[in-house]
Each structure stands twice: as structure tokens, then as C-alpha cells.
């Protein structure tokens, strides 16, 4: 068990819906990364959040937005979903940038 | 700009033999590299990380890596595979800093033989 914990793990919605997942870091880590795992584009980063503040963005589409709470937690809003959006999401955490990260279990996204 | 390359997109072993996971980098900075495993339906698990320090890293599950400056290489090796080390193993990168992020390799899709 890493400590991160993500939440829903697997979640099947429909063409054109938005969906939110949830993620709580390790209890300490300040540093929060998202990444999407599909099969035809391997693992791909989107977006990092350092203290509350966005830090690095990278192949995350206009239709996706991130956050980060007070509290650390994080969420990843995904709106106007499509087919392809279907993959695996994973919530990492880490006390500073760039040190070793600890992933979630991931969350299964389906898109019917 | 930082960067890795994983040489092998799949390595095919027999248990009990050698296992050697080739990992390239690239880096206008001194990085840190780390390599992930990531059993089938699991998240990504640590299994070792290098940081400036010893230039040998012992990991879990008796795998090491050695970083080579000269080389750019950071490769990983088991002496000996088990069945349990079937698994796609992840190449990371990381500069470290205020705009930092992980880059991770395109993995290492590992088959161990009976």
C-alpha cells in the first residue's frame, strides 16, 4: 500500500458526460502528479500540483482541469468525454518535486 | 531538456537466469533517476531511486541499477529472475526544482520463462 488513495476505482459513464476523480496524497507529500495510462499511448503525464499551486502541465487536453485543495487532495475534472478518453488514471504524490513518487491504484475510466 | 529512452520495449528472460533492462537518459542537470514496476492491473510501485549518491542502487526484489555519467545509462539488473518479476518496468527522470516533473520511459514489457 502506498498511501495514496484514489477514488472511484472504476468508473463506466457515457459519450459527452464530465466525471471527477478524486485523489488524497500520502499523508506529508505536498506534491501531487496526474497521469493517464492507455494502451496506445503508454503513460502519459498531465498536470502537477505543488502546495495548492499548478507546477507543470503536460499532454493534458483543454476538456481536463486539475486542482488542488487545501487540505492536499486532489481532483481531476474530465468534461465532454469521448471514446478515446478511456485509459487508466493515476494520482502520484511526493514530499518535494521531483523526489520519488508513490502512486495510487489508479482509476479505470470507461467511456461507452 | 530532460529526457529517457528505455532500449527494449519487451526483454524475454528464463527463470533463473540474468535480467538486464536498458535505460538511457538525457539531462542539462545532475537528475535523479528512478525505476517503477507496475505488475499487471497494479499502480506503479518504487523499486529504486538514485539521487547523487552511491553510483550502485540496490531497489527491492533484488534488483539494482547503476548510474553512469559517462555513459548516460542507468540500467537495471537482477542476478537471477523469478516468475514475480513479470512485469512492464518504467525508466524515470526527474531534474528536481520548481518546474520539475517526472519523465517517465515508454517502459519495459518483462516475460520470464519457465
Known amino acids: 500500500d502506498s498511501g495514496v488513495t484514489q477514488t472511484p476505482k472504476h468508473l463506466i459513464t457515457a459519450t459527452g458526460q464530465r466525471v471527477t476523480l478524486r485523489c488524497s496524497p500520502r499523508?506529508?507529500?505536498?506534491?501531487v502528479y496526474w497521469y493517464q495510462q492507455s494502451l496506445d499511448q503508454g503513460l502519459q503525464f498531465l498536470i502537477q500540483?505543488?502546495?495548492?499551486?499548478?507546477?507543470a502541465k503536460g499532454n493534458i487536453l483543454e476538456r481536463f482541469s486539475a486542482q488542488q485543495f487545501p487540505d492536499l487532495h486532489s481532483e481531476l475534472n474530465l468534461s465532454s468525454l469521448e471514446l478515446g478518453d478511456s485509459a487508466l488514471y493515476f494520482c502520484?504524490?511526493?514530499?518535494?518535486?521531483?523526489?520519488?513518487?508513490?502512486f495510487g491504484q489508479g482509476t479505470r475510466l470507461t467511456v461507452v | 531538456a530532460q529526457s529517457v529512452t528505455q532500449l527494449d520495449s519487451h526483454v524475454s528472460v528464463s527463470e533463473g537466469t540474468p535480467v538486464l533492462l536498458r535505460c538511457n537518459y538525457s539531462?542539462?542537470?545532475?537528475?535523479?533517476l528512478f525505476w517503477y514496476v507496475q505488475h499487471p492491473n497494479k499502480g506503479l510501485q518504487l523499486l529504486l531511486k538514485?539521487?547523487?549518491?552511491?553510483?550502485l542502487v540496490k531497489g527491492i526484489n533484488g534488483f539494482e541499477a547503476e548510474f553512469k555519467k559517462s555513459e548516460t545509462s542507468f540500467h537495471l539488473t537482477k542476478p537471477s529472475a523469478h516468475m514475480s518479476d513479470a512485469a512492464e518496468y518504467f525508466c524515470?527522470?526527474?531534474?528536481?526544482?520548481?518546474?520539475?516533473?517526472?519523465?517517465f520511459g515508454t517502459g519495459t514489457l518483462l516475460a520470464v520463462q519457465p
Open positions: 502520484a504524490s511526493s514530499f518535494h518535486e521531483g523526489t520519488e513518487a508513490f
Open positions: 499523508s506529508g507529500d505536498l506534491s
Open positions: 500540483y505543488y502546495n495548492g499551486e499548478e507546477r
Open positions: 539531462s542539462s542537470y545532475s537528475p535523479s
Open positions: 538514485y539521487t547523487s549518491a552511491a553510483t
Open positions: 524515470v527522470v526527474s531534474r528536481g526544482g520548481a518546474t520539475n516533473k517526472l519523465i
